[in-house]
């Protein structure tokens, strides 16, 4: 008896996820349908997909493409000099530093792409 409960509970907890997982996918993609009156009388229908990637942040990486769209609260460092007992030193010519999360990314300017990350600077 205790090994058929065993084998059930454990059955419950590995299938749970599954369950969970397809419904919650679905709360973050909206469709809308919009239908206006265009140029010459044409009746215009735009159907569109919004995908919400609020949760979906990513962890950064030297090399990576920097995208302030999957960063937790983006901001612009704009004086370095303020954060020096974070750690933060002077960018380099063509970058800049931003917060994402708890996290400080040294980012280009011109390509986006990550020269330095300072994991847990702002906690």
Known sequence: MKK???AALATSILASPL???PAEAQMHERRTTTVRE???GRTVVT?????????QYRRW???QRFDRRYAQ???EIGDWRAYRGRRLYAPPRGYHWVRSGND???VALSGGLIASVLSGAFN
């Open 4 to 6: 058929f409960i065993l």
């Open 19 to 21: 369950a969970i997982a």
């Open 73 to 75: 609260n983006y901001r």
């Open 38 to 40: 265009g140029p010459h």
């Open 104 to 106: 400080a990314v040294l």
């Open 61 to 63: 990486n030297k090399g």
């Open 47 to 55: 159907n569109r997909t919004v995908v919400n990637n609020r949760n």
